[in-house]
């Protein structure tokens, strides 16, 4: 086992026997990654600092329940497993604070969208997508961020925002449409200035 699974084992079992100096180290190491994650959800900082906040609250209640006994890769693992409670807790406080579920489109012309496949949006780089994705609405935010960020397809992203596929489909397309629309606006302002 490396030094630093040791160490991240060490800090792990000091959290879950509430040593505050544990905490607060496993705080200061994930808590950037976190901040990352919370603000590609929300386009507002302090929003993004309380639902990281808000999941290390989580982090710690469940700790416990983190399976150490998987030596190998102890870092990934943690922060997979944390990931997923970022995420949960995003997607948990846009459904509560921005009507998240009740601003899908539920027009059945929306079933026959399809995904559109690779486009340059898909070309940009990951700091100009991230960007413009927090000009989205929290609805074309979350389902962009779950299936181009996070990998989800669009059954995992139906079933974990209780909508249908095509809705999934449907803002995703709608997420590009608007993301191409941010982005052209951005280049064109940047090439007007430039040229001035």
């Given amino acids: 086992m490396s030094e630093n699974a040791v160490n991240i084992l060490a800090l792990v ?6 040593d505050r100096s ?13 901040m990352k ?15 990281t906040n808000e999941s290390f609250v989580k982090l710690f209640k469940n700790l416990h329940s983190f399976d150490t006994s998987r030596q190998l890769n102890t870092e990934a693992l943690l922060k997979a497993w944390f990931k997923r409670i970022i995420i949960n807790t995003c997607i948990d406080h846009l459904r509560k604070h921005h009507s998240l579920a009740g601003a899908h489109l ?4 929306d079933e026959q969208i399809a995904d559109t496949g ?4 898909d070309k940009l780089s990951y700091e100009e997508i991230i960007e413009s994705i927090k000009e989205l609405t929290p609805v074309y935010r979350t389902v962009f961020n779950l299936f181009a960020v996070e990998g989800m397809t669009h059954e995992e992203i139906a079933e974990r925002l209780q909508i249908s596929v095509g809705a999934s489909k449907s803002n995703l397309s709608k997420a590009r449409h608007n ?11 940047n090439t007007y200035v430039h040229a001035r």
């Avoid at 607060?24 to 190491?29: G, T």
């Avoid at 539920?106 to 012309?109: E, I």
Wanted: proline residues 2%.
């Fill in 13 to 18: 079992n000091g959290c879950c026997n509430n």
């Fill in 22 to 34: 544990s905490q607060a180290s496993l705080y200061q190491w994930l808590q950037g990654y976190a």
């Fill in 37 to 51: 994650i919370c603000y590609r959800y929300t386009s507002k900082l302090q929003e993004a600092e309380e639902l």
């Fill in 106 to 109: 539920h027009n059945p012309d």
């Fill in 118 to 121: 690779q486009t340059a949006i």
């Fill in 179 to 189: 993301l191409r629309k941010i982005i052209s606006q951005k280049t064109q302002y």
